[in-house]
């Protein structure tokens, strides 16, 4: 059929809004909406302050009363006051009913045979619990009374175990404010009117919040938006000096946001998401802010990482040591596709490119952990790509004793029984007088520390180590052991001066995040 010169026309703009649409990036996503994220920023206190470098003004949360308006620089205490006695206990559900007779006369029978007895509303009806055990009660102790309240006629078979937090008296807040003390049962708000809010003194965006954790004492909440929140994680996680490469605070502006977008909620029992700490990410809010660092933040906003429809495990850390490794050598999980050990330089992923003793030992100026204590994408970037670690016998039985708990006597040997891909030790074998004992994985490095030049015990830097004994050569007795080892921290994702290193030799920070993350998407979340 011969079409129209007006169905031509309408043709040929369908087929350049299709050829458009293809050429449309993937990772261009649906945009949604910046989600607000709240920090514990001081998780679990008895006393602190809060305040403003301006004006500001303390609000009840629950009931949206003004308790106070204050000034410019001025803090306010604040403290735990009457306490909650919290409890959580092993009890056995025995039945629910919404028929008050038959639980009374369940709950009487109970109490004269001396159980004890709690009763829990619950939709409509009430659920009935019997005994009150320690939520580390073992599960044969929790079977014999269990047994007993069945032979009793008080459980039936289908009775099981719940652990029940209890919380005995209601908690309060107390305000010292110059026009007297206050006390309040709820959250409490503290808002700039202008400037900054204060957390103990620290400089925070956004509102802060005095709240109740689930231990039953206070934390001091940061609540902002997630490029706020930003601001302040990525110059503490990858400080702009001296690692100022803007590419790779990009990469680390991704990583950070696709982990905190992935653990929204995470710690939601104590009232926020995040702990500022490595437990989740380091945050130091405004005073830690630094230009290029924002500059990251905002030149990748929304940004984040996704494999198979799904946030990515964005985990990150210092320093390989010339190989990253799969998340299975260092975690007891299943392989994830996307953390895949990879060469930290443009060698390919052939294993002869795992670092060797050989390639440790013949490293020009390797650094001394002991005295550390101030051609790869990373080596011109850190100093722990490569470094040595000595102890004595008396060092390691008093480091690896404690560890194991108990005397061990001589040391004979350290080895190294099986390594990952990566080259990092799977297993850490100790021979000594006391027997042989085993670590595993990444637990080695809390278990084999070393000490520093001040005499205090630190981590191993890395399960990237190559051990060998120290002989004396008269008596041929092992004096101690010493260590070749590289990189620092887990070796899992993105190596943060390997970034610096990528983006030094101009690679962007969608080639390092494609590096890092073997097959991962960068996708616009909002």
Excluded: C
């Excluded at 290029?292 to 940004?303: E, L």
């Amino acid at each position: 059929m011969k079409q129209s010169p007006r169905f031509r026309t309408l043709g040929i703009l369908l087929t350049m809004l299709l050829v458009f649409a293809a050429l449309i990036p993937a990772t261009a996503g649906a945009a949604g909406t910046e989600p607000i994220v709240r920090i514990g920023v001081n998780p679990q206190i008895t006393e602190g302050t809060v305040g403003a470098t301006g004006a500001f003004i303390l609000t009840n949360k629950a009931t949206g009363q003004v308790l106070y308006t204050g000034a410019a620089g001025q803090s306010i205490p604040v403290k735990l006051g009457s306490t909650a006695i919290v409890r959580t206990n092993y009890r056995l559900q025995v039945s629910f009913s919404a028929d008050r007779s038959k639980v009374d006369a369940l709950v009487a029978k109970a109490t004269a045979l001396g159980y004890v007895v709690y009763l829990e509303p619950y939709n409509n009806g009430w659920r009935v619990y019997l005994g009150e055990f320690p939520s580390n009660a073992s599960f044969g102790v929790r079977n014999t009374f269990r047994n007993k309240a069945i032979a009793d006629g008080v459980a039936m078979s289908d009775s099981f175990w719940k652990l029940i937090t209890i919380t005995d008296g209601q908690a309060s807040i107390e305000l010292t404010l110059p026009t007297g003390a206050v006390t309040v049962n709820a959250p409490v708000t503290v808002a700039a009117q202008d400037g900054l809010i204060t957390l103990n003194g620290r400089m925070y965006r956004g509102t802060g919040e005095v709240r109740f954790n689930s231990q039953g004492t206070l934390a001091l909440i940061n609540e902002l938006p997630m490029e706020q929140y930003l601001y302040g994680v990525v110059p503490r996680e990858l400080p702009p000096n001296p690692y100022g490469e803007l590419e790779a605070q990009k990469s680390q502006a991704v990583a950070a946001r696709t982990y905190a977008m992935a653990n929204l909620g995470k710690r939601k029992a104590d009232g926020y998401d995040l702990l500022p700490t490595t437990s989740d990410q380091v945050y130091g809010g405004y005073q830690d802010e630094h230009p290029v660092s924002n500059a990251a933040v905002d030149g990748t906003r929304g940004m984040v990482l996704k494999y198979d429809g799904k946030y990515v495990d964005a985990v990150f850390f210092s320093t390989s040591g010339g190989f990253t490794a799969n998340n299975e050598e260092v975690w007891n999980s299943a392989p994830v596709a996307y953390l895949r050990g990879i060469p930290d330089a443009q060698r390919g992923n052939a294993l002869e490119h795992v670092p060797s003793l050989e390639v440790f030992k013949r490293h020009a100026n390797p650094t001394s952990l002991r005295n550390a204590a101030e051609g790869d994408f990373e080596s011109d970037w850190s100093k722990y790509h490569r470094w040595t670690v000595e102890w004595t016998q008396a060092e390691l039985q008093a480091i690896l004793g404690a560890w194991f708990n108990t005397e061990l006597g001589t040391i004979h040997a350290l080895n190294i029984p099986d390594r990952g891909p990566s080259g990092r030790a799977l297993t850490l074998e100790v021979v000594a007088d006391a027997g042989t004992f085993y670590v595993y994985k990444d637990t080695i490095r809390s278990a084999l520390k070393y000490v520093l030049a001040d005499g205090s015990y630190t981590s191993l830097r890395s399960t990237l180590v190559y051990l060998e004994p120290v002989v004396d050569p008269k008596t041929k007795e092992i004096t101690g052991f010493v260590g070749y080892g590289g990189g620092w921290g887990h070796g899992v994702g993105l190596s943060q001066t390997g970034a610096v290193g990528m983006a030094e030799k101009k690679a962007t920070y969608q080639e390092i995040l494609a590096h890092f993350y073997q097959g991962s998407i960068l996708e616009q979340a909002y």
